[in-house]
């Protein structure tokens, strides 16, 4: 299996400033089609996860564009522009390039 | 609109097994690329890969589970079907159904379900 290791475990922002989880994976992510199968996903408090960012930067349907991914390979960053208070919650990387795999999470708060 | 909603006991013992279903509307899981994914999360814990079943009934399951987990669809073309045997208290957790697809421009999880919590106490 793919082991996904994300930092910091837990992240304390002030609202209104800019936030970074990052995502390390044991192996490469590029599936042999070229594609690279990463997926950030939001749970909030009491909530099911859902779907921010596929394939490493595209967001999902409805998500604010304060939310964008990048990275390649086995190095990969959510980035949250601006920190409201409707995005504290645990944030998920999750890898299908093979037999999925989540990260431990990362859990944001307001500071 | 994709939906998916878990149901099932909240409350086994150990050594039951455990049946879970998870009806969904939106999608046919006759649809090229589609499936129907089990994840878990033990409380205050990360989430946890079970299994899934494509629309061509091609099953897979996590590899540290395999011979307790069985997929299937249901009795109704909407139903996914997950049982678990041989429960042991650190089973419990909240498992998800999830709307999986897989195609050249997507392969992740689109849709979860609400989840369903399950106990195993005697």
């Known amino acids: 299996d793919i082991v996904m290791t994300q930092t910091p475990p837990s992240l304390p922002v002030t609202l209104g400033q800019p936030a970074s989880i990052s995502c390390r994976s044991s192996q490469s992510l590029v599936h042999s089609n070229g594609n690279t199968y990463l997926s950030w996903l939001q749970q909030r408090p009491g909530q099911p996860p859902r779907l921010l960012i596929y394939k490493i930067s595209n967001r999902f349907s409805g998500v604010p564009d304060r939310f964008s991914g990048s990275g390649a390979g086995t190095d990969f960053t959510l980035q949250i522009s601006r920190v409201e208070a409707e995005d504290v919650g645990i944030y998920y990387c999750m890898q299908a390039t093979q037999s999925p795999t989540f990260g431990q999470g990362t859990k944001l708060e307001i500071k | 609109q994709i939906t998916l909603k878990e149901s099932g006991p909240t409350l086994v013992k150990p050594t039951q097994t455990l049946t879970l279903t998870c009806t969904f509307s939106?999608?046919?899981?006759?649809?090229?690329?589609?499936?129907v994914a089990w994840i878990r999360q033990p409380p205050g814990k990360a989430l946890e890969w079970l299994t899934v079943?494509?629309?061509?009934?091609?099953?897979r399951y996590s590899p540290s589970l395999r011979n307790r987990l069985t997929v299937t669809k249901g009795t109704f073309e909407d139903q996914v079907v997950l049982t678990l045997t041989n429960m042991d208290p650190v089973d419990t957790a909240t498992y998800f159904c999830?709307?999986?697809?897989?195609?050249?421009?997507?392969?992740?999880?689109?849709?979860w379900g609400q989840g369903t919590t399950v106990t195993v106490s005697s």
């Open positions: 999830g709307h999986r697809r897989e195609s050249y421009d997507f392969s992740g999880v689109e849709v």
């Open positions: 079943i494509y629309w061509n009934g091609d099953k």
């Open positions: 939106g999608f046919s899981l006759s649809t090229s690329g589609v499936g």
